[in-house]
Every structure is written in C-alpha cells, then in structure tokens.
C-alpha cells in the first residue's frame, strides 16, 4: 500500500519577502524563517545554560536540551507551531545551514588536537583510551543485536553493529577539556592522563566512523571498499601537502601582526574544497573539514588566528541550528512502553559500564590509585556534539530508525550530565600547603636573608614591562638567599574554542606550564621574562592559570599556597590612556582583585601602573628611581615599608620614608577605636610600629639610600599636601588600611574603596602625578572588619547587575557596572 501513496514535495521557499505590508508572511520565506530558527535556539541554550550553571555543566547540555525542547519532543506537539516555526519546507535551507556551521566547527575540532601530542602519549593514557574503546565498542556491537531483534528490525546489520559500536565507544574532546578546567584538574594527573586518553579516543572514533559512513553508503562491498581506499588517500595527500603550504603562510604572519586577508580566506577556501572532496569520496563533509585542521601547523600565531575569525560566528551563529535539527529529528515520545524504556536503561547501563569499567581495570593494572582510576573512568565517559554527530549521520543514513535515534541521544545526554557531579563527589584533589612549611607569608619577617618569593599576576603583554621593572627593584642584596618569581598570567576560560586551544597549551607542561629547558616558545610573555631571567640573577618561572572568572581567584590563591609565596602582586583594574588618566580595562579584574585581596594565604599588593620605569625593561645598571612611602602606622603600612626598604638595597633606588604623626592639639576622636579594629589594642599597635620604625632606622645606610623625614599634622588635608609635595616620585609604597582617623577623613569618596584611603586618593584622577602606586596589605589570619568591609562596596551592585545581563542574555561581560 505503501508503493501506492502519493508523495508530495513542498514548494520551494523565496529567500526574502516583501514585507508585511505588501501581505507577506515574513515566516514563508527562507531568510527571516531562518533568522527566527537561529535566534530561538541561541536564546533558549544560553538561559538554560545559565540555569544549569550552579550544577557545573558543560554548555552542550543546555544546547542539546535545547534542541530537544524547540522538537516534537517539547514545543513540537503542537502541530501549529511546528507547522509555523519549522516547517518541512524549511528543512533544506536549515540543514545546509546547520551543516556548513559544522564543516568549519570541525575544522576548529581539528585545530585543537595536535597529532605531535598524540605522538608522546604515554603507554599509561595509550592503554587507559584503547580499553576505553574497545570493551565500549565490543558492548555496542552487543547492545545491537538487542536493539535489532525489537526497535530496529530490517536495519543493515553491519553499519548498524559498527554505528552503535561508535557512538558508545565515544569520548567528547572538547567538552572533556572543559569539564577538567571548569574542576580545576588539568593540574592533576587524573587531568593529564584523561586529555592524552580523549585525544587518543577522539582520533580512533573518527577512523570508525569513517568506516561505519563507508560501510552505510552502499550494499556492495567493492563500493565500501573504493569509499575507504579514496578516503585514505585523501587523508595522505593532506598530510603531505596541507602542512607545507600552512607552515609558509605562518612564517608570513610574525607574531604582534595581523594574518593576511588573503590568508584567512584561502584556508577557508580549502575547507570547503576538503569538505566537497570528501563528500563527493562519501564519507560526509565534516571529514574534510576535521582533516584539513588537524593538517595546520599548531606552532605560532596562525592557528589562533584563524581561530578568532571564525569561531563567533560558526559557534554562535550556524552551530545553533545543528541542535535544531537534531532536535527535530529526536521524538521522546517515540520511547513508550515497558520494552522502550527498558532498551534505554540497558544502553545507559552499558555505555557507563563499558567505558567506566574498562577505564578503572586497565588503570588499577597501571597501578593508578582507585579513586584516580575511578574519576578516569567516569571522565572518559563524556559524551557531546561529536556524540550527536555519529548519531545524526546514522539517522540520515537510515541507520538508526526514530525511536532508536531517540534513546542514543538521551543517553549521550545522561552520561554527559552525570560526569561533573560524579567526578566532584569522588575525587578531590586539593592539597593544603602544611602551615610548617610555609613559613614566610609576608615581606616583613625576623629573617629577612630568607628566600623571598612572588607570585606576579598580568592580563596582558601590557603589564610585562613594569611587572619586570618591580621585579628588578625586589632583587634585594648578593647576600640573601634570592629572589624567586612565579609570573603567572591570567587568561579567562570561556566557551571559545580558542579558550581551549589555551588549554591544551598549557598542559604540554601541565597546568600551571613551567617553561623548562630551552625550547623555544613564540610567546612574547615568556621569551621576555626568559630575556630578564639570563640577565638578572633573578630566578624566574613563567606560568598561565586559565579559569573563569568567578574562579580566578582561587587559582591565584592556591598557586601562592602551593608556591609558598611571601607576596602576591596584581595589576589594578584600570590601565593609563595616552592622555594620563587612569581607564577601567575590564571591571571584572576588579572583583578578582578584591577575592583575592580577601582570600589570599600571603601579603597582597596591587600595582596602579603609570608606566613604571617606561614602557620597556631597564637595565640593572640604568635604574635610577625615587620610591615614596607613606607611612601612617598599621600593619599594612609596616608591611608596604618593609618592602621599600628591601627596595632601597637596589643601587640604582632612593627610598623616601614619610612618617605622619598627628598633633598633640588635634581632635583624635574615634582613633582607639580604628586601631582595636585593626588588630589589637592602641598601645600594642603603637609599640609594633615604633619597634618597626627605629629596624628602619638603624639600617639607614651612610650612602643617602634612604631618607626618613617625619611630619606632624593635623588635619586629612594636610597630609594629603605633603603626599602631593612627593607627586615627582616614581613609585608609592602605601598600605592598603592605615590606621587612625587621619587616613579615615582623607579620601571618603573614593570609586576604588578595595584600594583604601590613601591608595584610592594616589589613583583617583584628582591627584596630579605621573607615578605608579603599589597598595600593600600584609597577610592576616584574619581581616579587620573595616578591611573586610571596604571589599564589599560595590559587590551587590555588581551581583544584581549580572543577574540582569544573564536573563537578558546579553552578550560579554566587558562592561563596567559601577
């Protein structure tokens, strides 16, 4: 009966309309369809994945669901709708859409894995991903026969045993590389391990799926045949040709340049001449598009280049609507009955079993500890976009039928959704530095010929050059034990794919990366604190934290811990224009700073830099700076002093210490009660600093390093004319909380309160002064509450302001919300 039903094709859709007013129906034609199709999906993934956020899940979920919900699975039942909104005749135009969205975001796959990396896995990750394949392979190819003798009745036995063999055998790279960053562990052998496993997995899949696409095309085997063998050949004559031609183009774009134009759109132009070839051979587009990524050189700028071209528009724009497609192709209400449900549970089970247990067993045979090999094994079980894309090719090929396609997709969803909690519940890395071994938390110290250590933190190229100058101005003396510098620098974790290419840098040498031996390396950050390292006597280790962040900050503070670090410097929010005034870079440094300002395990500076020292490094023999400290009393001031004068060792440094007192005659009321908050009563505080002061004194050298002068005021606003007499320094030294009522009335307005008082009159753009401020607060078991409170301005503000960007869905975080 079937033979005699008539078929009708639907027309064809116009691109664009007329308009409403001419009495067209802006949603019968393609583009404005489409544009409505695109925005619908985009909308409804980010606000579930802002939902799905407190549970710590990767954002393909949220996209997945998505998908599903905009399908006859949700919103689909209604045939109104579905008939409006996504109609059969749109499929064509949202397909071909969908697909070229998913050539180039396989060729941003393809970037991301580095066939050297592969090269130099271990045997141990070897082992772990082959076990990870094959017992998960082997128990598909079982499920199958299951599968076929009730769901899938009359499918081709060989794609389908293959199909299913894959798509449970799967490990998703990219969403494996964000679940491990987004829980810290790259850091971590379970981290290591797990990405050198995926990427081994990752490339097998694609070989099988190769051979399940071959093997789906025809019912010859001769033809299947011709399909590999071409296939193949194309892969070789790529990796013959393809990297040759890339490498020259990226030795014509130096790094700090932008890539040619002409660059940009021949690579383009190769994907899709890979993706016509491969499609043309049989084995689906996206295969061209994959190979020809893999085929980049992944050395230098070009690579990241292209990345940054192309990604926002094919991740936020085309990709969108693969999900929609796949959507509308998966029908949860396909799975009814007893038998349905039954089959769904018995694939969950054994894509958990296989990839889980095979994992655990060849990692206990390594001799991984069990709860490691345990977290292995519910890591690699990470499925994603890859996932739906085995599944979506066999749903075209007439692999997998309806209600099969739709338990394949709820399982990849539950596996993937299940990773992260699964993962925090048994594995938890974190290791305290014993409190008798981290000794120095402070620059202030009995011992001062103890080996000092900084974790310096930067944004960007930027900072590097007066970064490397207070680094120069911390050598202290030949005497001491020297000087070790952590410099880390801070990249955000984003949902770009160029966030994680940033990954699988850094975890060439784990992560944080330390920059051993000699191997060259184009980043600008690392060959110029490598340069100030062979020049110095400075011992000095490059390294990048990347997170997100609302996390930053613990990376920050935990790289200090495990470093046992006296001191951490970080670069204040703002940056100086070309006219001298002070502009926010971006407010979310900010609130890092203030995170960290109140959780860190050591002292904290924060540099207002006004190009300290120039714009580029001064020698050792060329420094000639005057650094000013203010000092009111106070252990942050104690602490910004001790400092300075580890600074004044430098032969190329005058220290000018300023000491305010305040006169006999002046109203000091409320003064007992600021210095009982500050940490003790007013007569312990007073002897503390007057302890400190006369150290100071007697290590005033003859040669006029250091020059004391001591100030009686009266009122704020004397001393804030003294400080402005000293406006022709290089550098303040100040500390984040003075105390007394004299710094309290200084600066009660100040839009920086995180600063303090007199680091927020140094910076505000009322204080005429060319020098850079260094805002000092000394590590403390425990912060006053005025400390304390000073780091709350401002943070419910900023709390509403992004509860209001989320569900408005607005994209970036860039703006100020002060």
Known sequence: MASNATVTCPAPMAATSNGVFQGNDPLDFALPLAILQICMVVVLSRVLAFLLRPLRQPRVIAEIVGGIL??????????????????????????????????????????????????????????????????????????????????????????????????????????????LAELKLLTTDVGRMAMSAAAVNDVAAWILLALAVALSGSHSPI??????????????????????????????????????????????????????????????????????????????????????????????????????????????????????????????????????????VVSLLC????????????????????????????????????????????????????????????????????????????????????????????????????????????????????????????????????????????????LPFWNRGASPDSNQVVVAFEAFRQLSNVHIRPMTAISGMNSMHEDICGSAERKTAAIIILPFHKHQRLDGQLETTRTDFRYVNKRVLEHAPCSVGILVDRGLGGATHVSASDVDSVITALFFGGP?????????????????????????????????????????????????????????????????????SIKYDERVVSSAAEAVGIIREQSRCNLYLVGRMPVGQLVA???????????GPVGGLLSSPDFPTAASVLVVQQYRSELSSSSLASLKVGDEEREMTERDEEEEETPGRDSDTN
Not at 647 to 662: D, K, N, T, W
Not at 746 to 755: A, I, T, V
């Open 70 to 179: 905009l399908g006859p699975s949700a919103l689909g039942r209604s045939h109104t709708y579905l008939n409006k909104v996504f109609p059969p005749k749109s499929y064509p135009v949202l397909d071909t859409l969908a697909n070229m969205g998913l050539l180039f975001f396989m060729f941003l796959v393809g970037l991301e894995l580095d066939p050297r990396s592969l090269r130099r896995t271990g045997k141990k990750a070897l082992s772990i991903a082959l076990a990870g394949i094959s017992l998960p392979f082997a128990l598909g190819i079982g499920s199958s026969f299951v599968l076929r003798g009730t769901i899938s009745k009359g499918v081709s036995e060989a794609p389908f045993l293959v199909f299913m063999g894959v798509a449970l055998s799967i490990t998703a790279f990219p969403v494996l590389a964000r679940i």
């Open 367 to 510: 001799k991984v500890p069990f709860q490691e090999a345990l977290a292995l094994g519910f890591l690699m079980n990470t499925k994603g976009l890859v996932e739906l894309i085995v599944l979506n090719i066999g749903k075209d090929r007439g692999v997998l039928n309806d209600q099969t396609f739709a338990i394949m997709v709820l399982m990849a969803l539950f596996t993937t959704f299940i990773t992260t909690p699964l993962v925090m519940a048994v594995y938890k890395p974190a290791k305290k530095t014993s409190r008798s071994a981290y000794k120095y938390r402070t620059i202030q110290r009995r011992d001062p010929n103890t080996k000092f250590r900084i974790l310096a933190c930067f944004h960007s190229t930027r900072n590097v050059p007066s970064l490397i100058n207070l680094i120069e101005a911390s050598r202290g003396t030949e005497r001491r034990k020297g000087l070790c510098v952590y410099a880390m620098h801070l990249m955000e974790l984003t949902e770009r794919s160029s966030a994680i290419l940033m990954v699988h840098k850094a975890r060439r040498n784990g």
């Open 636 to 704: 942050d001031d104690r602490e910004a002093l001790a400092y300075g004068a580890r600074m004044a060792e430098h032969p190329g440094i005058s220290l000018v210490v300023i000491r305010f007192l305040v006169s006999p005659n002046a109203v000091r009321e409320n003064i007992a009660l600021e210095i009982t908050e500050a940490g003790g009563s007013s007569d312990e505080l007073s002897s503390r600093d007057e302890e400190f002061i006369g150290e100071i004194k007697e290590k005033i050298p003859r040669d006029g």
């Open 223 to 360: 033809i299947s045949l011709w399909v590999l063998l071409s296939g193949t050949g194309f892969v070789l004559l790529c990796a013959f040709l393809v990297p040759p031609v890339f490498r020259w183009m990226a030795k014509q774009s130096p790094e700090g340049e932008p890539v040619d134009e002409l660059f940009v759109c021949a690579t383009l132009c190769t994907v899709l001449a890979a993706g016509f070839a491969t499609d043309a051979i049989g084995i689906h587009a996206l295969f061209g598009g994959f190979i020809i990524g893999v085929s980049i050189p992944k050395d230098g700028p070009f690579a990241g280049s292209l990345v940054e071209k192309i990604e926002d528009l094919v991740s936020g724009l085309f990709l969108p609507l693969y999900f929609v497609s796949s959507g509308l192709k998966t029908n949860v209400a396909t799975i009814h009955g007893g038998q349905s449900w039954g089959l769904l549970v018995l694939v969950i089970c054994t894509a958990c079993f296989g990839k889980i247990i095979g994992t655990v």
């Open 745 to 755: 009335n200084m600066n009660r307005n100040s839009d920086c309160p995180e600063l």
